[in-house]
């Protein structure tokens, strides 16, 4: 006579919970009251996105991101994240960054009649595709590995 032996498994968790747990672990995010928007989500997002090849949307989360609340790790994080995108997707040797602060970016490349164009940005109010003087904006580096510190 045998028995029958059944085991019953609990759902594994998926590789994206696992990740969001290890973020919320490293920056001490409570679950329940942080809402499902946190910076660190929001990098996360951005990260997978990136490396599914969707760089324009990876971009397009780091423009809506909200870093106001953020830590200075977080932003430093975002800023890290969103450098790397960029450098990646925008293939324009001449493109520029500007830096107003920490948390705030923006990559500009520059049109024929002598302005820029907003190529992607980070925790700022402009869009994609807007036209900006470039006397208007000051410390601008080159995007390249060399010229962004």
Known sequence: MTAAITTSTAPRPT????????????????????????????????????RAGELDGALAVFADIDLSSATEGERRWAYAEFL?????????????????GIGRAAVLTPS????????????????HGKVVSQRSLRG???LSKGGAS
């Open 15 to 50: 590789l994206e919970e696992l990740v969001d747990r290890l973020i919320d672990a490293i920056f001490g995010l409570d679950e329940p009251a942080q809402p499902a928007t946190s910076p660190a989500r929001v990098i996360h997002e951005a990260r997978r996105l990136g």
């Open 84 to 100: 790397g995108l960029a450098r990646r997707h925008i293939g324009d040797a001449r493109a520029q960054l500007y830096n107003p």
């Open 112 to 127: 024929d009649d002598g302005t820029l164009e907003v190529r992607a940005v980070l925790g700022m109010r402009w869009h």
């Open 140 to 142: 601008l580096k080159p």
